[in-house]
């Protein structure tokens, strides 16, 4: 049975108004019908990324419909995560006993079906084997118990693995912004207050008072991880200029600092839950991924759904247009070559068949959102420049056609391609369009660590620093 978490939406809720988008499948030229097989497409983008670009999704042994599992893992996707079988209940049920026998069945899985395999996860205080958090010490925690399980999970598994989420949710959500760079590491794991940074029984004791669980985490993993396996810190609500994600890349500096781990082999993984009404502009997102990629570090879309909040023309548009703008800064970074598609078809999904959040209806059918995926994917394969951000709607953005580089689909090219509207909610604030020209409007980013957008603000808002990562654009009365 499939082992669900929950999500806190840190993000504004949508107005109430209008208005329409525009996709890449709208024009002729592109396949909006049919089945689909984008295994040639993502040896293209391979071509043009000068490396492998690993389209995924989840996949544990027990999923049902053996028959669509198998089409679509060899012919849409080309890169498998266990959705629970890594986890370390099943792992290690006994303590100092590993038991990777799903681990290793769904990575054998992935290598029958010409696939590449992702590991999930070695850390995580959540789906936890029955004998922790228990009474074992922070002592033991740190020295031998976590340790032992790194070593033994990622041992096991083997070199060829691609990525680790070596740790998955430490990060708080009720982080503030404006925690200097000297505490917020701590601060913003201690926010969580959850295992092991508190005790197992409610009653808010320390139990790890620094971040040694997470060093002793990612010393082990990058000892026994292959030599080019990427070693991830995994989390949700993540990507845009806010405090939970300055957390985050706080914490990587960190462990960079003080498990003196690489930053060329750190990643942060943007678990991505989102919906039609709660995510991460493109822009943000491409700026996120640039600040890790001035460090050296990888960037990943690890867990992608995007729930809808009824079934709709318009919201299926929607959600194309947000799946095509989380892909294309993922393509368009120097840094991005995972990403991941969390469950396979909505009936699987931990969102509900009613929520829609996948690429697949509930008989395996491709939904809009597929076709737009393989568009986005052509389209960069052919050297094409990045597209506008979609999901800002046809005020902000209106998709251009396709390229003179060949696409595949059911319809003839034409020299006058006119895109098809349809109105949806418009997204939240979060999701707004970029300050145009060379000033910053208020509360948008303005400086940090790789930020390469505007810094001079729009009077009378002041550049303001946050953090090492993040300084934004704020009014008098707040500078």
Same mark, same amino acid.
């Given at each position: 049975?499939?082992?669900?978490?929950?999500?806190?939406?840190?993000?504004?809720?949508?107005?109430?108004?209008?208005?329409?988008?525009?996709? =890449?499948?709208?024009f002729?030229?592109?396949?909006?019908?049919?089945?689909?097989?984008?295994?040639?497409?993502?040896?293209?983008?391979?071509?043009r990324k000068?490396?492998?670009?690993?389209?995924?999704?989840?996949?544990?042994?027990?999923?049902?419909?053996?028959?669509?599992?198998?089409?679509?893992?060899s012919?849409?996707?080309?890169h498998?995560?266990?959705?629970n079988?890594?986890?370390?209940?099943?792992?290690?049920?006994t303590?100092?006993?590993?038991d990777?026998?799903?681990?290793?069945?769904?990575?054998?899985?992935?290598?029958?079906?010409?696939?590449?395999?992702?590991?999930?996860?070695?850390?995580?205080?959540?789906?936890?084997?029955?004998?922790?958090?228990?009474?074992?010490?922070?002592?033991?925690?740190?020295?031998?118990?976590?340790?032992?399980?790194?070593?033994?999970?990622?041992?096991?598994?083997?070199?060829?693995? !691609?990525?680790?989420?070596?740790?998955?949710?430490?990060?708080?959500?009720?982080?503030?912004?404006?925690?200097?760079?000297?505490?917020?590491?701590?601060?913003?794991?201690?926010?969580?207050?959850?295992?092991?940074t508190? $005790?197992?029984?409610?009653s808010?004791?320390?139990l790890v008072?620094?971040?040694?669980?997470?060093?002793?985490?990612?010393? !082990?993993?990058?000892?026994?991880a292959?030599?080019?396996?990427?070693?991830?810190?995994?989390d949700?609500?993540?990507?845009?200029?806010?405090?939970?994600?300055?957390?985050?890349?706080?914490?990587?500096?960190?462990?960079?600092?003080?498990a003196?781990?690489?930053?060329?082999?750190?990643?942060?993984g943007?678990?991505?839950?989102?919906?039609t009404?709660s995510?991460?502009?493109?822009?943000?997102?491409?700026?996120?991924?640039?600040k890790?990629?001035?460090l050296?570090?990888?960037?990943?879309?690890?867990e992608?759904?995007?729930? =809808?909040?009824s079934?709709?023309?318009?919201?299926?548009?929607?959600?194309?247009?947000?799946?095509?703008?989380?892909?294309?800064a993922c393509?368009?970074?120097?840094?991005?070559?995972?990403?991941?598609?969390?469950?396979?078809?909505d009936?699987?999904?931990w969102?509900?068949?009613?929520?829609?959040?996948?690429?697949?209806?509930?008989?395996?059918?491709p939904?809009?959102?597929?076709?737009?995926v393989?568009?986005?994917?052509?389209?960069?394969?052919?050297?094409?420049?990045?597209?506008?951000?979609?999901?800002?709607?046809?005020?902000s953005?209106?998709?251009?056609?396709?390229?003179?580089?060949?696409?595949?689909?059911?319809?003839?090219?034409?020299? $006058?391609?006119?895109?098809?509207?349809?109105?949806?909610?418009?997204?939240?604030?979060?999701?707004s369009?970029?300050?145009?020209?060379?000033?910053?409007?208020?509360?948008?980013q303005?400086?940090?660590?790789?930020?390469?957008?505007?810094?001079?603000?729009?009077?009378?808002?002041?550049?303001?620093?946050?953090?090492?990562?993040?300084? !934004?654009?704020?009014?008098?009365?707040?500078?």
């Amino acid at each position: 049975m499939f082992k669900s978490f929950v999500i806190v939406s840190v993000l504004a809720a949508p107005a109430l108004c209008q208005t329409a988008v525009s996709l =890449l499948i709208d024009f002729a030229g592109y396949q909006k019908s049919g089945t689909l097989n984008l295994r040639s497409t993502l040896q293209d983008v391979a071509t043009r990324k000068g490396q492998p670009f690993l389209f995924g999704s989840t996949y544990d042994t027990y999923d049902a419909d053996a028959s669509f599992s198998q089409n679509v893992f060899s012919t849409f996707f080309n890169h498998v995560v266990a959705e629970n079988g890594c986890k370390w209940d099943a792992t290690e049920p006994t303590r100092g006993t590993a038991d990777l026998t799903e681990c290793l069945a769904v990575q054998s899985y992935a290598t029958k079906n010409g696939a590449t395999f992702r590991g999930h996860n070695t850390f995580w205080h959540s789906q936890t084997p029955t004998w922790l958090p228990g009474s074992i010490t922070a002592s033991d925690l740190v020295n031998n118990v976590i340790p032992q399980h790194v070593q033994q999970t990622i041992q096991g598994l083997g070199s060829s693995v !691609t990525s680790w989420d070596v740790v998955n949710e430490i990060v708080g959500d009720g982080v503030s912004n404006g925690m200097s760079i000297a505490q917020s590491a701590l601060q913003c794991v201690q926010n969580k207050k959850d295992w092991p940074t508190q $005790t197992a029984d409610g009653s808010n004791t320390a139990l790890v008072t620094d971040l040694s669980f997470v060093h002793a985490a990612f010393t !082990t993993a990058l000892k026994y991880a292959g030599s080019t396996t990427r070693l991830a810190i995994n989390d949700y609500n993540t990507g845009g200029s806010d405090a939970k994600t300055a957390c985050v890349l706080a914490v990587l500096a960190d462990i960079n600092a003080n498990a003196a781990i690489p930053y060329n082999r750190l990643a942060v993984g943007f678990q991505s839950h989102i919906s039609t009404t709660s995510f991460i502009s493109k822009s943000a997102l491409s700026a996120t991924f640039a600040k890790l990629a001035a460090l050296g570090a990888t960037a990943m879309i690890t867990e992608l759904d995007i729930s =809808l909040p009824s079934a709709s023309s318009g919201y299926e548009r929607l959600q194309a247009a947000i799946w095509g703008d989380y892909l294309d800064a993922c393509l368009y970074a120097s840094n991005c070559n995972e990403f991941i598609n969390w469950d396979t078809r909505d009936d699987v999904s931990w969102l509900g068949t009613a929520q829609a959040g996948t690429l697949f209806d509930s008989s395996g059918n491709p939904k809009l959102a597929a076709f737009e995926v393989q568009a986005r994917l052509q389209r960069y394969a052919s050297g094409a420049p990045e597209l506008c951000a979609t999901a800002l709607g046809t005020a902000s953005c209106t998709a251009s056609g396709p390229s003179s580089a060949s696409t595949t689909g059911s319809s003839t090219p034409t020299t $006058t391609p006119k895109p098809t509207t349809t109105t949806v909610a418009t997204p939240p604030p979060s999701s707004s369009a970029p300050a145009t020209g060379a000033t910053q409007a208020e509360y948008g980013q303005c400086g940090g660590i790789g930020w390469t957008g505007p810094t001079v603000c729009a009077s009378p808002f002041t550049c303001k620093v946050s953090n090492a990562y993040v300084s !934004t654009s704020l009014p008098p009365s707040m500078t």
